[in-house]
Antibody
Framework: EVQLVESGGVVVQPGGSLRLSCAAS????????MHWVRQAPGKGLEWVSL????????YYADSVKGRFTISRDNSKNSLYLQMNSLRTEDTALYYC?????????????WGQGTLVTVSS | QSALTQPASVSGSPGQSITISCTGT?????????VSWYQQHPGKAPKLMIY???NRPSGVSNRFSGSKSGNTASLTISGLQAEDEADYYC??????????FGGGTKLTVL
């Protein structure tokens, strides 16, 4: 059974930094592209970032480009999101999502999310 | 990248069919057959319902179907059931090598 478990969400001040983690199990992690998707409270979904199976390709939404960095450690079956220069508008539930195929941009499994609150 | 346009809400009675539209541009929905649909119940993670415009993942009911015409994709749910009440989001790959979601549609089963 595919499982994705996010962690690291906390309350942080504007301008602060945070690293989110996602522990994956139940599938061959290094065969798949992975994504981060976020959802602000009471709002819709917003794609944040993609990383290819080997970490060689990464993509970001314009809203986070230059501030967030996605990475992965295939030896630990883990996905990460380093978040710097945080803004109040980054407040959201952050989901880790598995890609259906190789960078198909289809999110076939999702974690339960970790809540990031940016507030002074 | 602007969000895809979905109706804020739709409703239907049990047994009826409903359709949710998702309108984009030639740079996303109209340019690629990479449209997906997700169902999200309150407090839960999204669930993939349709991918590549009209394909259903294993385990998803055949009451769910997808289509596309030009810059508009559609999700149709036939034989509405109470359990279908949820928020639905479309998404598409874009020419900017990114993904964009619709604003979401709240489905109410009357």
């Amino acid at each position: 059974e595919v499982q994705l478990v996010e962690s690291g969400g906390v309350v942080v001040q504007p301008g602060g930094s945070l690293r989110l983690s996602c522990a994956a199990s139940g599938f061959t992690f290094d065969d798949y592209t992975m994504h981060w998707v976020r959802q602000a409270p009471g709002k819709g979904l917003e794609w944040v970032s993609l990383i290819s199976w080997d970490g060689g390709s990464t993509y970001y939404a314009d809203s986070v480009k230059g501030r967030f960095t996605i990475s992965r450690d295939n030896s630990k079956n883990s996905l990460y999101l380093q978040m710097n220069s945080l803004r109040t508008e980054d407040t959201a539930l952050y989901y880790c999502a598995k890609d259906l195929k190789s960078s198909s941009w289809i999110f076939d499994y999702w974690g339960q999310g970790t809540l990031v609150t940016v507030s002074s | 990248q602007s969000a895809l346009t979905q109706p804020a809400s739709v409703s239907g009675s049990p047994g009826q069919s409903i359709t949710i539209s998702c309108t984009g541009t030639s740079s996303d929905v109209g340019g690629y057959n990479y449209v997906s649909w997700y169902q999200q119940h309150p407090g839960k993670a999204p669930k993939l319902m349709i991918y590549d415009v009209s394909n259903r993942p294993s385990g998803v009911s055949n009451r769910f179907s997808g289509s596309k015409s030009g810059n508009t994709a559609s999700l149709t749910i036939s034989g509405l059931q109470a359990e279908d009440e949820a928020d639905y989001y479309c998404s598409s790959y874009t020419s900017s090598s990114s993904s964009v979601f619709g604003g979401g549609t709240k489905l109410t089963v009357l």
